[in-house]
């Protein structure tokens, strides 16, 4: 067998409400606690009728540099420990009740840690009437005297409301109270629990004003409890099996025609007076889950939704029954929301269950601190984020109330003691944030058409019948069968009508004369019956004419206000269009500034940029003028250096030459002398005359470079090497720099620089104390002799503090070994002993010694002369 698809029921279209673009913030109202007995730290007080301060306990650090911080939070309205519970009604609960007897709906509920009087605020206690309490009393103080009878309204099980007339109510009545195995007491003051007797005193009783006369009201109260994130039905009448006890059926949300959320299958009770409210109330309480925690001996695992509904109807026209059309019906509701606290598990101590139930309780409450964040964000930046009413039942319930079904408020109630202090942080948070948020007003209920003052002038009509009828003798009740019973009593009483004699004549003439009297007297009833029917008549007539003239001025003014409100509906457009204006317009002024801001950031980062570029270029210029001078500087030193250096070489090389010759020279002459002996052999000569030679001249006297092998000296006697004195001893400071590798020539003449320090490596501190440096370098020549240098320079000083050597001479110095060769003079025999003469040869070592500043440059040699011995 094939199944049929079934096909989706079709979403129907939301009803159409009058829009209002007026909203109100949430109010947020705060409630200080009275510091326990056994605490003694206080870490909240209150600043002004509108502000608290909290004070960081001792120990507690809120900055992460540990500085000591104060908060301050703002609220609506701030209660003190010394406000009592006729002023928190008073200010928070009282518009809340008023609106709902004109018709529109409200939400209050208590927000706060366990333990910070969240339950004693809504219900109180005996002769502390709670927010609950208070509003079921004002509620019945208003319209008392304007309920229609019971089951007059009847719930339709989807959140609507169904009349019907007295008799189906008195038959309804009859069924139930039949249906009932105990009767109920008339009195229901006398059943009332001794825990919640005397909640308000006679005097703080409240009143409702503006109360509209012209209907009959009917209330009915229901009770839930969310608990686990399942909804309950407090006051649902279970049969308890003691053997087999079944648990509570959970209930479900709906939505009705309107669109509104409600508890499908919850139960609504209708009540009568504030006594009869609150002992349904009591009974659900009972039922309540509590448990006893750490914190709290008696804290609620749930939370308690208490809803009173006012159902109300116009009466007719006549003003005495209720009009019979479920269309005219209005229902608003007022729901008080006990939120169980958020708590700490490992503050609580609980265990198993209870942290499972706390787990619920926190996680419900963030749901509720989500959704007025994401609608905060909505309104506060235009945004259209999806608002997660469905993640939680508690949200989910009151969505109607946020999206403009009715006024939100909110208790937060705080314990001033300091262990509570973080928690407290993060209540003052989440109302701090709730005040931000914004809810549509709800628009009034539309007028009903009927004339008002119906029910008054029906009574005023009642009251002069029972006026007349008492100045006649007539009863004065409004039994009609007892006026008519009256009215046969009132005639004159008939005579005895029996007939024991046909030829009787009198028993009938006076029944007859008793009859035209009756007659007489019925006729004259008659007449001012119909007189008083005809001014009844003239005077409705007169009434009718002033209603219809009334009526068209009202049809009239009706008209003019139809015009009004199309010109109010025409600038409400306006005006919602010049708002979506302006705010198009600052929302591209807002993004104008920000583009703004971003240019003149960024110029001031390019002319900061340009400045530290045009800084940099200006020292590098001043820094490529400093070089230019520095380098003219080194270059004019340089040229003139070089310009000394080739004078001097070309100055060596000529005393080179001039050397050269004079060497040359006294060869030839030893040759000379040589020959000039060799052709005299045989003759002995006389001994030579001893003759000073001629001395050469300064130039003549300079060395010239030595050869491999030592060349001849022309006489016998040893010479003694000249040596000179460096022209450098002045003032000036030497650092004389000789290596620890350096050999001991044992050479007489050394190089000696007066006022100099030794040092074996050079360092900083030595070459800050001294002018020059100076470096004995020793290297073997090509000779294979061991050649000294000094290289010298002078020490100047570095940009970073340092010292450098810039190297200017170089002088060297060599050892040279001078042979004299032996040779035997040849005498004659005459000669005496003493004339024999032996050559002594003699070596000597000759030494150069340098002084700094000499004029001597690198490659210059300084030799030794021979001098001849006087005879």
Same mark, same amino acid.
């Given at each position: 067998?094939?199944?049929?698809?079934?096909?989706?029921?079709?979403?129907?279209?939301?009803?159409?409400?009058?829009?209002?673009? @007026?909203?109100?913030?949430?109010?947020?109202?705060?409630?200080?606690?009275?510091?326990?007995?056994?605490?003694?730290?206080?870490?909240?007080?209150?600043?002004?009728?509108?502000?608290?301060?909290?004070?960081?306990?001792?120990?507690?650090?809120?900055?992460?540099?540990?500085?000591?911080?104060?908060?301050?939070?703002?609220?609506?309205?701030?209660?003190?420990?010394?406000?009592?519970?006729?002023?928190?009604?008073?200010?928070?609960?009282?518009?809340?009740?008023?609106?709902?007897?004109?018709?529109?709906?409200?939400?209050?509920?208590?927000?706060?840690?366990?333990?910070?009087?969240?339950?004693?605020?809504?219900?109180?206690?005996?002769?502390?009437?709670?927010?609950?309490? /208070?509003?079921?009393?004002?509620?019945?103080?208003?319209?008392?005297?304007?309920?229609?009878?019971?089951?007059?309204?009847?719930?339709?099980?989807?959140?609507?409301?169904?009349?019907?007339?007295?008799?189906?109510?008195? $038959?309804?009545?009859?069924?139930?109270?039949?249906?009932?195995?105990?009767?109920?007491?008339?009195?229901?003051?006398?059943?009332?629990?001794?825990?919640?007797?005397?909640?308000?005193?006679?005097?703080?009783?409240?009143?409702?004003?503006?109360?509209?006369?012209?209907?009959?009201?009917?209330?009915?109260?229901?009770?839930?409890?969310?608990?686990?994130?399942?909804?309950?039905?407090?006051?649902?009448?279970?049969?308890?099996?003691?053997?087999?006890?079944?648990?509570?059926?959970?209930?479900?949300?709906?939505?009705? @025609?309107?669109?509104?959320?409600?508890?499908?299958?919850?139960?609504?009770?209708?009540?009568?007076?504030?006594?009869?409210?609150? #002992?349904?109330?009591?009974?659900?309480?009972?039922?309540?889950?509590?448990?006893?925690?750490?914190?709290? /001996?008696?804290?609620?695992?749930?939370?308690?939704?208490?809803?009173?509904?006012?159902?109300?109807?116009?009466?007719?026209?006549?003003?005495?029954?209720?009009? @019979?059309?479920?269309?005219?019906?209005?229902?608003?509701?007022?729901?008080?929301?006990?939120?169980?606290?958020?708590?700490?598990?490992?503050?609580?101590?609980?265990?198993?269950?209870?942290?499972?139930?706390?787990?619920?309780?926190?996680?419900?409450?963030?749901? $509720?601190?989500?959704?007025?964040?994401?609608?905060?964000?909505?309104?506060?930046?235009?945004?259209?984020?999806?608002?997660?009413?469905?993640? *939680?039942?508690?949200?989910?319930?009151?969505?109607?109330?946020?999206?403009?079904?009715?006024?939100?408020?909110?208790?937060?109630?705080?314990?001033?003691?300091?262990?509570?202090?973080?928690?407290?942080?993060?209540?003052?948070?989440?109302?701090?944030?709730? #005040?931000?948020?914004?809810?549509?007003?709800?628009?009034?209920?539309?007028?009903?058409?009927?004339?008002?003052?119906?029910?008054?002038?029906?009574?005023?009509?009642?009251?002069?019948?029972?006026?007349?009828?008492?100045?006649?003798?007539?009863?004065?009740?409004?039994?009609?069968?007892?006026?008519?019973?009256?009215?046969?009593?009132?005639?004159?009483?008939?005579?005895?009508?029996?007939?024991?004699?046909?030829?009787?004549?009198?028993?009938?003439?006076?029944?007859?004369?008793?009859?035209?009297?009756?007659?007489?007297?019925?006729?004259?009833?008659?007449?001012?019956?119909?007189?008083?029917?005809?001014?009844?008549?003239?005077?409705?007539?007169?009434?009718?004419?002033?209603?219809?003239?009334?009526?068209?001025?009202?049809?009239?003014?009706?008209?003019?206000?139809?015009? +009004?409100?199309?010109?109010?509906?025409?600038?409400?457009?306006?005006?919602?269009?010049?708002?979506?204006?302006?705010?198009?317009?600052?929302?591209?002024?807002?993004? =104008?500034?920000?583009?703004?801001?971003?240019?003149?950031?960024?110029?001031?980062?390019?002319?900061?940029?340009?400045?530290?570029?045009?800084?940099?270029?200006?020292?590098?210029?001043?820094?490529?003028?400093?070089?230019?001078?520095?380098?003219?500087?080194?270059?004019?030193?340089?040229?003139? +250096?070089?310009?000394?250096?080739?004078?001097?070489?070309?100055?060596?090389?000529?005393?080179?030459?001039?050397?050269?010759?004079?060497?040359?020279?006294?060869?030839?002459?030893? $040759?000379?002398?040589?020959?000039?002996?060799?052709?005299?052999?045989?003759?002995?000569?006389?001994?030579?005359?001893?003759?000073?030679?001629?001395?050469?001249?300064?130039?003549?006297?300079?060395?010239?470079?030595?050869?491999?092998?030592?060349?001849?000296?022309?006489?016998?006697?040893?010479?003694?090497?000249?040596?000179?004195?460096?022209? *450098?001893?002045?003032?000036? +400071?030497?650092?004389?720099?000789?290596?620890? *590798?350096? $050999?001991?020539?044992?050479?007489?003449?050394?190089?000696?620089?007066?006022?100099?320090? #030794?040092?074996?490596?050079?360092?900083?501190?030595?070459?800050?104390?001294?002018?020059?440096?100076?470096?004995?370098?020793?290297?073997?020549?090509?000779?294979?002799?061991?050649?000294?240098?000094?290289?010298?320079?002078?020490?100047?000083?570095?940009?970073?503090?340092?010292?450098?050597?810039?190297?200017?001479?170089?002088?060297?110095?060599?050892?040279?070994?001078?042979?004299?060769?032996?040779?035997?003079?040849?005498?004659?025999?005459?000669?005496?002993?003493?004339?024999?003469?032996?050559?002594?040869?003699?070596?000597?070592?000759?030494? =150069?010694?340098?002084?700094?500043?000499?004029?001597?440059?690198?490659?210059?040699?300084?030799?030794?002369?021979?001098?001849?011995?006087?005879?």
């Amino acid at each position: 067998m094939i199944r049929q698809a079934k096909g989706k029921t079709p979403r129907r279209p939301p009803p159409k409400k009058p829009s209002s673009n @007026q909203k109100d913030p949430v109010g947020v109202y705060c409630r200080v606690r009275p510091l326990g007995a056994e605490d003694e730290e206080c870490c909240i007080e209150v600043i002004s009728s509108s502000t608290i301060q909290l004070h960081a306990p001792d120990g507690f650090k809120t900055n992460r540099n540990g500085e000591y911080k104060e908060t301050q939070y703002s609220f609506k309205k701030v209660f003190g420990v010394s406000v009592s519970q006729m002023e928190l009604f008073e200010y928070v609960a009282k518009p809340l009740v008023d609106d709902l007897i004109h018709g529109k709906n409200g939400l209050l509920f208590t927000y706060g840690v366990t333990g910070s009087g969240k339950t004693f605020t809504m219900t109180g206690s005996p002769g502390l009437g709670g927010l609950l309490p /208070r509003s079921l009393d004002m509620i019945f103080n208003s319209i008392g005297p304007y309920q229609a009878k019971r089951y007059v309204f009847k719930t339709d099980d989807k959140n609507g409301m169904d009349v019907q007339s007295e008799v189906d109510a008195l $038959l309804e009545r009859q069924r139930r109270d039949n249906n009932l195995s105990a009767p109920k007491s008339s009195s229901s003051r006398q059943k009332l629990d001794p825990e919640i007797a005397d909640m308000i005193k006679p005097e703080e009783a409240s009143k409702a004003d503006g109360v509209d006369e012209d209907s009959s009201y009917g209330v009915f109260v229901s009770y839930i409890e969310i608990y686990n994130n399942y909804i309950y039905d407090l006051l649902e009448e279970t049969q308890e099996d003691v053997i087999k006890p079944k648990p509570p059926q959970s209930k479900i949300l709906r939505e009705d @025609q309107n669109h509104n959320m409600y508890v499908a299958g919850c139960m609504e009770v209708e009540v009568k007076s504030p006594e009869e409210a609150f #002992q349904v109330f009591w009974r659900g309480q009972k039922k309540r889950k509590v448990a006893n925690t750490r914190l709290n /001996r008696e804290s609620s695992r749930s939370h308690s939704v208490f809803i009173i509904k006012l159902a109300q109807a116009p009466l007719d026209a006549d003003g005495d029954t209720i009009l @019979q059309d479920k269309n005219q019906v209005s229902v608003s509701q007022l729901c008080l929301v006990d939120l169980a606290g958020s708590e700490r598990t490992g503050r609580t101590g609980a265990e198993g269950t209870r942290i499972r139930e706390a787990g619920n309780i926190n996680q419900s409450l963030l749901n $509720l601190r989500t959704c007025i964040e994401i609608l905060r964000e909505n309104q506060m930046c235009g945004t259209n984020r999806m608002v997660p009413y469905r993640d *939680s039942k508690v949200t989910h319930l009151f969505k109607n109330y946020f999206d403009g079904e009715g006024k939100v408020k909110m208790v937060v109630c705080v314990n001033p003691k300091a262990d509570d202090y973080e928690e407290t942080l993060l209540v003052m948070r989440f109302a701090e944030m709730t #005040q931000e948020v914004e809810v549509a007003r709800p628009v009034d209920r539309p007028i009903c058409g009927f004339t008002p003052g119906r029910r008054h002038r029906n009574q005023a009509f009642k009251e002069e019948l029972s006026r007349k009828l008492e100045e006649r003798g007539g009863p004065i009740n409004r039994d009609v069968s007892s006026v008519i019973n009256h009215l046969v009593q009132s005639l004159p009483p008939l005579p005895s009508s029996e007939l024991t004699d046909p030829h009787d004549d009198i028993t009938l003439p006076r029944l007859i004369e008793a009859l035209q009297n009756r007659y007489r007297i019925r006729q004259m009833m008659i007449e001012e019956y119909n007189k008083a029917a005809n001014m009844m008549k003239s005077m409705l007539q007169e009434l009718d004419g002033n209603l219809a003239s009334k009526g068209d001025y009202i049809h009239e003014q009706n008209g003019k206000l139809a015009e +009004k409100d199309k010109i109010i509906q025409n600038n409400k457009a306006e005006i919602e269009r010049l708002e979506k204006k302006n705010k198009m317009q600052e929302h591209k002024i807002d993004i =104008l500034q920000k583009t703004t801001k971003i240019y003149e950031d960024d110029k001031r980062s390019l002319r900061h940029e340009l400045d530290t570029r045009d800084q940099r270029l200006m020292r590098e210029q001043s820094d490529k003028r400093r070089m230019e001078q520095r380098m003219h500087g080194v270059v004019t030193d340089t040229q003139h +250096k070089w310009e000394k250096e080739c004078e001097r070489r070309v100055n060596a090389m000529q005393l080179e030459m001039q050397n050269k010759l004079w060497v040359k020279d006294e060869k030839l002459k030893q $040759l000379k002398a040589i020959v000039t002996e060799s052709k005299t052999p045989g003759r002995p000569e006389p001994p030579p005359q001893q003759t000073q030679p001629k001395r050469p001249s300064r130039e003549e006297r300079l060395p010239a470079k030595r050869s491999a092998s030592p060349s001849p000296i022309p006489t016998t006697t040893p010479v003694r090497p000249l040596h000179r004195r460096s022209r *450098s001893a002045g003032g000036e +400071k030497w650092v004389d720099h000789k290596p620890s *590798s350096n $050999l001991d020539l044992g050479t007489v003449l050394q190089p000696v620089i007066p006022n100099a320090i #030794q040092v074996s490596a050079p360092s900083e501190k030595a070459l800050s104390k001294c002018d020059r440096y100076v470096l004995t370098h020793q290297e073997v020549a090509s000779d294979g002799e061991i050649q000294t240098k000094l290289i010298k320079g002078e020490v100047i000083k570095t940009r970073g503090g340092g010292q450098a050597v810039q190297f200017t001479d170089i002088e060297t110095l060599k050892q040279e070994l001078t042979t004299v060769p032996s040779r035997k003079r040849r005498s004659s025999e005459g000669t005496p002993a003493n004339g024999d003469r032996t050559d002594v040869e003699k070596r000597c070592s000759v030494a =150069l010694e340098m002084r700094a500043g000499s004029n001597m440059g690198p490659g210059y040699e300084h030799h030794g002369i021979t001098k001849r011995r006087k005879p």
